[in-house]
């Protein structure tokens, strides 16, 4: 049974850029949540999917954007990245009821230049 | 890989020791508390799990306190080898609210052989 998945790895882009990171969930979750964590933090949440939709975000501003589909994967969308964007991207997956048991993957790591 | 525990506070130790790595978490309200290790360049791994009406759970080589009222959370790691060398976070979710984790700040646990 295979774990959370994300793609890229790693990814580097430049100031002003538009990025897309994706993550496929553990077999039989269907919610997706997703963190952005910076050298030597915690986690922060930045928001979660049920049902194809949005239903939870944290303190993060509109350019971050996100989209769940039918299969229950996931994509992060960032656009007009800041140097600030630069951090290790997570995705958590949870059975549906049961939104604190969240497994993660192995996140994507993020540069802005 | 690169490190998530920079400027992180930092337990030492050494193999064989027992080690306790203590969190502060925020909401009274909370019902549901998760410890995670994230090893360098690896997302967080569920370590054990503790919910709101219980003071202790043991797992194997671990074991998590939970004193509600200073809102205090411990993990203890009995035995600690080189492979527990990572960074802990405890994490608190509470069912009625904000469903999804908040993290602490982490720890970095050292052990040396």
């Known amino acids: 049974d295979a774990g959370v998945t994300q793609s890229p790895t790693h990814l580097i882009k430049t100031r002003g850029q538009q990025v897309t990171l994706r993550c496929s969930p553990k077999s039989g979750h269907d919610t997706v949540s997703w963190y952005q964590q910076a050298l030597g933090q915690g986690p922060q949440f930045i928001f979660q999917?049920?049902?194809?939709?949005?239903?939870q975000r944290g303190n993060f501003p509109d350019r971050f954007s996100g989209h769940q589909f039918p299969n229950y994967s996931s994509e992060l969308n960032v656009n007009a990245l800041w140097l600030g964007d630069s951090a290790l991207y997570l995705c958590a997956s949870s059975p549906t009821g049961r939104a604190g048991e969240q497994y993660f993957g192995p996140g994507t790591r993020l540069t802005v230049t | 890989g690169e490190s998530v525990g920079l400027h992180l506070p930092t337990l030492s130790v050494q193999e064989g020791d027992n080690s306790i790595i203590n969190c502060a978490y925020s909401?009274?309200?909370?019902?549901?508390f998760i410890w995670y290790k994230q090893e360098s360049g690896k997302g967080p791994q569920f370590i054990i799990d503790?919910?709101?009406?219980?003071d202790k759970r043991q797992g194997q080589r671990v074991t998590v306190l939970l004193n509600k009222t200073v809102k205090h959370l411990s993990l203890q790691i009995a035995a600690t080898q080189p492979g527990d060398s990572a960074v802990y976070f405890c994490?608190?979710?509470?069912?009625?609210?904000?469903?999804?984790?908040?993290f602490g700040k982490g720890t970095m646990l050292l052990v040396s052989p």
């Open positions: 503790i919910r709101s009406n219980m």
């Open positions: 909401n009274s309200a909370s019902d549901y």
């Open positions: 994490a608190e979710f509470w069912f009625s609210g904000y469903s999804t984790l908040t």
């Open positions: 999917y049920y049902e194809e939709e949005e239903r």
